[in-house]
């Protein structure tokens, strides 16, 4: 688990077996990328600009 407030333009790698639970606050301001491919989070996974999704192993493939 990680949790705190992360400095603008600031990356994270996150690393482990799937599935990853995810809630990223200020959500429309986040770039994310799975294995370097940009992923656009779903917008109904956000509620007052904080996202809440999960990404499965299938979901993972799909991407890559």
Do not use: C, H, W
């Not at 482990?16 to 779903?42: C, H, Q, T, W």
């Not at 996974?45 to 493939?61: D, G, P, V």
């Amino acid at each position: 688990k990680l949790y705190g407030e992360k400095v603008a333009g600031s990356r994270l790698e996150i690393m482990g077996e799937p599935p990853f639970r995810f809630v990223l606050g200020n959500a429309r301001s986040i770039l994310m990328k799975v294995d370097g491919v940009v992923y656009a989070f779903p917008a109904s996974s956000i509620s007052r600009n904080t996202a809440r999704f999960e990404l499965s192993r299938a979901q993972i493939e799909e991407i890559r």
